[in-house]
C-alpha cells in the first residue's frame, strides 16, 4: 500500500508540474487599410508580453514584426520556473472595401524555451531542466469590421512548430522531454481567435480570445487558450 500511494504521489507530481513546451502568442491583427498605414500595439495576457508592427508597403501587401517573452515564477518564493522568447516577421496580402479588411500572412519565427524545477524526491534538491530553441512557419488570416470607433475581427493562424538544440532532464513521466523533442521534433497547431477593439480613430484598446489545438494524437504539453489585452497606435489610417 505505502509503494503504491508512492508511485501515486510520484505520478501526480510528475503530471502536474510538467512544463509547457508550446504556448501562443498573440495573433496579430494590423488592420492595413491603404499604402503607408503603420501599426504599432503592444499586449500582455497570459502569453506574457507582446511588441507588434506593421507596416502598408502598397495598397495590397503587407509586412509585420511581432517580438514575444514570457516568463513564470513560482508564487511562494518567486522561482524562476521557466519562459520563452521568440521574433517573427511576416509578409501578406490585405484587401479594404470600405469598412471591411481581409488580411492573409505567411510568418517566420525563431526563438527560445526553457524550464526549471525543483525535485523534492532529491535530497539534496536538484533541478530538472529543459532548454530548447525553435522556429515556427505559420499562415495566418483574419476578416475585420473596422469602424472609427471599434473593430470585431475573426482569425485563425495554422502554425508547424519545429524544435531543435533540445536538452535537459526534466520528466514527463514514463520520458524525458528533450528526448521527446528530438524524436518528434515537429508539431502543428490550429489556432483561431477572436478580437474586438474600442477607441479612436488614431488609437485603440482590444481584448483577444485565442485557442490552439494540436493536430494529432501527441504526449507534448502546451497551453490551449490565451487571453490579452493590448493597445494599438494607427498611424495614416484611411480616411472614411
Known amino acids: 500500500m505505502i509503494r503504491m500511494l508512492t508511485l501515486a504521489l510520484g505520478l501526480s507530481f510528475a503530471i502536474g508540474c510538467s512544463p509547457v513546451v508550446y504556448k501562443p502568442n498573440r495573433i496579430q491583427v494590423p488592420e492595413l487599410q491603404k499604402k503607408g498605414d503603420l501599426r504599432i500595439g503592444g499586449s500582455i495576457g497570459f502569453d506574457g508580453k507582446n511588441l507588434q508592427g506593421a507596416y502598408a508597403?502598397?495598397?495590397?501587401?503587407?509586412?509585420?514584426?511581432?517580438?514575444?517573452?514570457?516568463?513564470?515564477?513560482?508564487?511562494?518564493?518567486?522561482?524562476?520556473?521557466?519562459?520563452?522568447?521568440?521574433?517573427?516577421?511576416?509578409?501578406?496580402?490585405?484587401?479594404?472595401?470600405?469598412?471591411?479588411?481581409?488580411?492573409?500572412y505567411a510568418t517566420l519565427a525563431f526563438g527560445s524555451l526553457y524550464a526549471r524545477n525543483r525535485n523534492p524526491f532529491t535530497e539534496p534538491y536538484t533541478i530538472d531542466r529543459l532548454?530548447?530553441?525553435?522556429?515556427?512557419?505559420?499562415?495566418?488570416?483574419?476578416?475585420?469590421?473596422?469602424?472609427?470607433?471599434?473593430?470585431?475581427?475573426?482569425?485563425?493562424?495554422?502554425?508547424?512548430?519545429?524544435?531543435?538544440?533540445?536538452?535537459?532532464?526534466?520528466?514527463l513521466y514514463p520520458n524525458i522531454i528533450s528526448e521527446g523533442l528530438k524524436t518528434q521534433n515537429v508539431h502543428y497547431f490550429l489556432e483561431p481567435g477572436f478580437q474586438v477593439s474600442l477607441g479612436f480613430k488614431y488609437f485603440r484598446c482590444n481584448a483577444q480570445w485565442q485557442y490552439a489545438m494540436h493536430l494529432g494524437k501527441t504526449w507534448l504539453p502546451y497551453e490551449p487558450y490565451n487571453y490579452s489585452l493590448g493597445m494599438q497606435i494607427c498611424i495614416g489610417t484611411k480616411e472614411k
Do not use: C
Not at 521568440?86 to 470600405?98: C, L, M, N, W
Not at 530548447?132 to 505559420?138: D, E, P, Q, T, V
Open 57 to 104: 508597403l502598397t495598397d495590397q501587401l503587407g509586412i509585420m514584426v511581432n517580438a514575444f517573452t514570457f516568463e513564470e515564477r513560482s508564487q511562494y518564493d518567486n522561482y524562476l520556473l521557466g519562459g520563452a522568447s521568440s521574433i517573427e516577421g511576416g509578409i501578406g496580402y490585405y484587401k479594404a472595401p470600405g469598412p471591411f479588411i481581409v488580411e492573409n
Open 131 to 171: 532548454d530548447a530553441n525553435f522556429f515556427r512557419l505559420a499562415l495566418q488570416s483574419s476578416a475585420t469590421l473596422r469602424t472609427n470607433i471599434f473593430s470585431i475581427s475573426a482569425m485563425w493562424r495554422l502554425s508547424q512548430m519545429h524544435y531543435y538544440n533540445a536538452s535537459g532532464n526534466y520528466p
